[in-house]
């Protein structure tokens, strides 16, 4: 959920980044206040670049707005700082991350998550003392010790709104004055104090972009003034102001907002004028737009992540938009600043979406929605992970951008008596993006609301019930995975559900590693197994001889080496890169329990290679890890404290720990032992800490130095 930054350059805020600055030094809390559109994000941001050198373990951006519920807080935030989620308590896995940790944490827009977001925060700063927090926000948070800076509009020339060159105090030029009037009183220091304003030099930037050549002089210095003053100096009103030079003159520009903002000030007297100032910006903008682009406008406002070309084709069009116009309707809110495009996505400030959102009909957006959840369900379906093809860590990274939008079909559903059905099967069907993005806090959230809804003993709900179970076991927790997947077993053992039978067994097979009987969880894996076969589902093949490789690691090597071994030639045969990363790691352990540790170097070796790159650090502990033992196996003492502390930081961050993984334990504590008695303690502590400060780059890059 990192903050996607737009391109845009920054304008101005000298003293409120001053401000700010001196602020966090004196205090842990900082809320960045103000009305929408006035740039607190951008302040933010712009503070946290200039402040990242300070925080050696670095600074994290949290956007928020596209989060529906207060439930996904804690899970969002640890995804966004890379942990992941072992435990049923995400909580306590960032306050464990974070407690030695001088970091800054900026969270972006929690106005609608105010009373959660305070708690949360409250808690961060008791347990990680060198943690600092910058929020933004429409409402201070009432947190112990927070400070607030109000972020006010950029400034305008003049004393007041209406103020302009060449007019008395207070005096009001009429709205058709000609602009050559306004400049006549305009004198060249005038036309350089003007252009000091943030204001006008905001305007002034963002009308170049548009009319190359524009600048400030005194010819159009009174319209420009008037224009600024108008705005209220509010940043997003100025560059929907800037972007209407296109089509015409900045007189007559000046001519309109005058006749709308006089419109609205009469309709609506006892708005404040900031509020008022912006809602007819915006008000204007949307009149200006074709009918094609208001609707288009307003339908887009559905998309919390940013929309790409197909998808917007796809949910967007009828009603009014033929699916050939949309790439050229598109083009058009680009052109008017309503969206941002990076690269092939389009993405729409919180307050034009907003505002977009009040637009639609209760009809339209009816029928939008359910265009809305076919779309994302056919999506998570044609992207699933779980699926033995090459393209899987591209499914993998679609899903994470994709995401936010995900997610409002899942509570769009959750919403709808008739789709829950829909939300628990697009919640099953994302189970392995769930573990391979560490969200199985999330994984288990949606399931469960799903669950509550669809109590029916469907396939459905057997297959939600061995997702959740088994997302639950992956976090160790037992006493919510038995139940459920002790229903699912019984589901899946009438007639009519022999696909489902085998995933419920698979899962008892897990469960019962994890319960200690390491035995009845391989017969269980091999019975799995052959009913996958038996049913041709080589995607249930696929993740059950992994299963069976690593978890038999440890209780019968050699034929994990084979379970590996045919997993590694499957992977290779249909180019799954992902799994083949996970195939090398488990033919790794078992080489190393059977003594060959060369081998298992060299497999682990590249999967490190491949995972360090695709950033999935559920594989990358564990290959660290056995890097460490292979390294201490040829008596590289040192080597392996380091790489015990690189995988330690990394356990850490992910809430687990090998000691818990009985694949890992022996390993582990056999090589630990070794290494401390090798080197001594204070040389063992020394190297352990140097690995654990790596960082995941350079862990990564220190694990394939040769040894």
């Known amino acids: 959920m990192t903050l996607l930054m737009d391109k845009s350059t920054f304008v101005g805020r000298r003293h409120e980044l001053s401000a700010a600055r001196k602020a966090l030094s004196r205090t842990r809390l900082l809320t960045l206040t103000g009305t929408g559109g006035v740039g607190k994000t951008r302040l933010a941001l712009r503070l946290a670049e200039q402040l990242r050198p300070h925080y050696r373990d670095g600074v994290e951006v949290v956007e928020l707005a596209a989060l529906e519920t207060g439930d996904l807080l804690e899970p969002a935030v640890a995804a966004a700082l890379g942990l992941r989620d072992a435990r049923p308590d995400p909580m306590g896995v960032l306050e464990e991350h974070l407690a030695g940790r001088r ?122 003034t008037r224009l600024v003053q108008r705005l209220e100096g509010i940043p997003l009103a100025i560059e929907l102001a ?36 912006l809602r007819a910006t915006m008000d204007w903008s949307f009149r200006l737009c074709s009918p094609g682009e208001r609707r288009l406008w307003s339908r887009l406002s559905m998309f919390t992540g940013g929309v790409d070309l197909d998808t917007a084709e796809t949910v967007c069009s009828g009603d009014g938009i033929d699916r050939l116009d949309v790439l050229d309707l598109l083009a058009g809110l680009v052109d008017k600043s309503v969206l941002i495009r990076y690269g092939s996505r389009y993405r729409m400030p919180e307050s034009l979406r907003a505002y977009g959102c009040d637009q639609l009909r209760p009809a339209e957006l009816g029928r939008l929605r359910r265009r809305y959840v076919r779309h994302y369900r056919e999506l998570v379906e044609a992207y699933r992970c779980d699926r033995l093809v090459h393209d899987q860590l591209e499914r993998y990274r679609f899903l994470q951008v994709e995401l936010p939008n995900v997610r409002v079909a ?156 045919e997993l590694l030639r499957l992977c290779e045969t249909h180019h799954a890169q992902v799994s083949r990363a996970y195939a090398q790691l488990a033919v790794g352990m078992a080489l190393w329990n059977l003594g060959d540790f060369p081998q298992a170097e060299m497999l682990v070796t590249a999967a490190t290679e491949f995972t360090g790159r695709s950033r999935d650090r559920w594989c990358l502990v564990q290959c660290l890890e056995v890097l460490a033992w292979t390294a201490c196996a040829r008596g590289g003492y040192e ?66 130095q040769p040894g």
């Open 242 to 277: 800037a972007v209407r030079l296109r089509t015409v003159p900045l007189d007559q520009l000046v001519r309109e907002l005058d006749e709308r903002f006089d419109m609205l000030a009469a309709r609506a007297p006892t708005v404040l004028p900031r509020h008022r100032t």
């Open 103 to 224: 970091m800054l944490l900026v969270l972006d827009s929690c106005e609608h998550l105010s009373d959660v977001c305070a708690r949360f925060v409250d808690r961060l700063l008791h347990a990680a003392p060198r943690l600092r927090v910058i929020v933004t926000s429409q409402r201070t948070l009432g947190v112990y010790g927070e400070q607030v800076l109000t972020v006010p509009p950029l400034s305008v020339p003049g004393g007041g709104p209406r103020e302009i060159p060449g007019a008395a105090p207070g005096e009001v030029p009429a709205a058709g004055r000609a602009p050559g009037e306004l400049a006549a009183a305009a004198t060249a220091p005038r036309t350089r104090e003007v252009a000091r304003h943030d204001s006008v030099r905001l305007f002034v930037e963002r009308a170049a972009g548009v009319v190359p050549g524009f600048r400030l002089t005194a010819g159009n210095l009174g319209c420009v």
């Open 639 to 704: 080597r392996a404290a380091a790489l015990l502390g690189a995988a330690h930081a990394l356990w850490q961050a992910a809430g687990a720990a090998p000691e818990r993984l009985c694949y890992h334990a022996s390993g582990h504590e056999q090589c630990t032992r070794q290494a401390r008695l090798a080197l001594g303690k204070p040389a063992f502590t020394s190297a352990f800490r140097h690995g654990a400060r790596l960082g995941l780059d350079r862990a990564v890059a220190y694990a394939l």
């Open 410 to 565: 899942l509570e769009t559903c959750l919403g709808d008596p008739a789709l829950a059905p829909v939300e628990l099967a697009a919640a099953s069907a994302l189970w392995c993006f769930w573990l391979q993005a560490g969200s199985l806090t999330e994984g288990r959230y949606w399931l469960e609301r799903g669950l509550e809804l669809v109590p029916e003993p469907g396939r459905a709900r057997a297959t939600a019930l061995w997702v959740h179970s088994m997302l639950a076991l992956r976090q160790g927790d037992l006493a919510a995975a038995l139940p459920r997947l002790k229903e699912c077993q019984a589901i899946a053992g009438r007639a009519g559900y022999e696909d489902v039978l085998p995933y419920a067994i698979r899962t008892a097979g897990v469960a019962a590693f994890s319960s200690g009987d390491n035995r009845r969880g391989l017969a269980l894996l091999r019975e799995s197994l052959a009913l996958h076969r038996a049913l041709d589902d080589m995607d249930g093949v696929l993740f059950t001889l992994y299963f069976a490789a690593a978890y038999g690691s440890v209780v019968d090597p050699r034929l994990a080496v084979e379970f590996g071994e």
